[in-house]
């Protein structure tokens, strides 16, 4: 069921319900880009600590926006023995444009091109998407409705206002004391806003909310007072109103997070920054910080990308990457005896709060603790010889029809290089085995790093100089002993000694 801005409030009631009753929720989110095309030290590389990742990455979730989350909420059916019902949703979502909230976000080329093959309606994204902040713009737009120090800044929205006080303007010089017109077309919270404008500037008319728009009512200043302060509908309430639909799928979320259900992904990594990001508070520069938020807001993360791939060998798992692989795979298998979902829990413990990490010194991120270090194929290191000015692109496409290895240069004429298959450190030793100008070996630290040379050298340099001094300190005490016997002699010469 697709949902936008216009089924959203009507639907949150039933969301709710769903939710509190669920036994776990899938989510999967599509993004407007992945990732900025950085290059140099600000891209993502198999040398990076997952602190250095998350600082690269944190840069591109601020650039992009959601435009579609998918959730499937399964809930086990009564007396039926591990039988779930799923409810699934597609929101589609667009930033909130309302006071001082205007976003910017841009558009990936490979991520349009992406969407486009499974049929994405942009129209519902761009026409009909619902809106979301996080806390800090919340508390912005909070404090700026409560204290009416508040302006429309968009100008869609200020076109919209204008064409409509000057319709209403037209229609009050001919209207009389209790005739109403309707505005049609206007909803969500863009009508209390529209609502506040008109009241604010028209004092002889009042104005309602109605399923077929907003209605406009010709009324006595006595009649207005009266409303003002008597009605139902009066602008403290309106405020209250107005906010709640500004914030839209982020009401949601916070139900999500009280929730607290096991939450599953397939690499669901970028999800969760982008949760964060947009529906949480803007990403930390702290990378424990950020861990220790998604762990507080969802206690329970299942990467179903992570589990596939580290359960391949125990269970003779296909090695399949993608969800649609995954689904085939488990589709085609014998049917067997199947436990219930919370025995599914207790095997699937090791990998709780396991997330996978795209293209990182380490493969996965603990959410629940400190990470686990790195299983990653050993790094190499690439002697370049007879080659000057070689750069690390040039190594990058000498062995990229090869194998796909990160390069990082180390020193003039030496690389590191880096994969994370040991199949292709394996091929890679014994193809350039006998090469005559490219030698490649495995990396050891103590040996190869310009750092702990420079340490040893400058050692070395050190005890020299020790040495030195030591002999120089020791010829000079020498010659001052000679002198002192040499001075004793002539003097007991003088004093007639023999």
């Known amino acids: 069921m697709d949902i936008g801005a216009d089924e959203f409030e009507q639907s949150l009631p039933l969301l709710q319900e769903l939710v509190m009753g669920a036994d776990f929720v899938g989510l999967d989110i599509e993004f407007t880009g992945l990732r900025s095309n950085l290059s140099g030290p600000q891209q993502i590389s198999l040398f990076d600590l997952p602190s250095e990742w998350y600082l690269k990455t944190r840069q591109s979730i601020q650039q992009f926006t959601i435009c579609q989350i998918g959730l499937s909420v399964f809930s086990s059916i009564e007396g039926e023995s591990n039988k779930y ?27 349009v091109q992406f969407l486009n093959q499974y049929g994405f309606d942009y129209n519902k994204f761009l026409k009909n998407g619902i809106p979301y902040m996080n806390e800090e713009q919340e508390k912005k737009i909070k404090h700026n409705i409560l204290t009416g120090n508040w302006k429309v800044r968009s100008s869609l929205d200020k076109d919209q206002i204008k064409v409509v006080i000057d319709e209403v303007t037209r229609w009050l010089d001919l209207a009389e004391e209790g005739d109403w017109m309707t505005l049609p077309g206007i909803a969500g919270f863009q009508a209390f806003e529209v609502q506040l404008v008109l009241r604010k500037a028209l004092p002889e008319i009042w104005t309602v909310l109605r399923d077929q728009g907003v209605i406009v009512k010709k009324v006595s200043t006595q009649h207005r007072w009266y409303l003002e302060n008597t009605s139902c509908d009066r602008e403290s309430c309106w405020k209250e109103k107005i906010l709640l639909s500004a914030r839209g799928f982020s009401v949601f979320f916070q139900m999500l997070v009280k929730a607290r259900k096991p939450l599953v992904g397939h690499n669901m990594m970028m999800d969760l920054l982008h949760l964060h990001e947009k529906f949480f508070r803007p990403l930390p520069e702290s990378y424990d910080e950020f861990k220790l938020n998604i762990h507080n807001l969802f206690p329970v993360l299942i990467d179903t990308k992570n589990v596939t791939k580290d359960i391949w060998k125990e269970l003779n798992f296909p090695r399949v990457s993608n969800l649609s692989e995954v689904y085939e795979v488990l589709n085609s298998s014998v049917p067997i005896p199947e436990p219930s979902f919370p025995l599914y829990l207790d095997v699937l413990a090791p990998y709780v709060n396991q997330v996978n990490l795209i293209r990182a010194g380490v493969p996965k991120i603990n959410f629940a603790g400190p990470d686990s270090p790195s299983i990653r194929p050993p790094i190499l290191i690439l002697t370049v010889r007879k080659w000057p000015g070689v750069s690390e692109q040039q190594v ?22 880096m994969t994370n298959k040991f199949k292709d450190t394996r091929s890679i030793l014994k193809e350039y085995k006998c090469h005559p100008t490219l030698r490649i070996s495995l990396y050891h630290y103590w040996r190869h790093s310009p750092n702990v040379n420079c340490l040893l050298q400058t050692d070395t340099v050190v005890q020299a100089r020790v040495k030195i001094r030591l002999e120089r300190d020791c010829s000079d005490s020498d010659g001052g002993a000679s002198g002192e016997l040499e001075g004793g002699a002539v003097n007991a010469r003088r004093s007639g000694g023999p």
């Open 85 to 111: 019902i799923a409810h699934s949703c597609n929101f589609f979502l667009f930033p909130t444009t309302f006071g001082v909230l205007d976003s910017e976000f841009s558009f990936q080329a490979s991520s």
């Open 396 to 417: 990058y496409r000498e062995f990229q029809n090869f194998c796909k290895f990160d390069v990082r240069r180390l020193t003039r004429s030496q690389f590191l290089l």
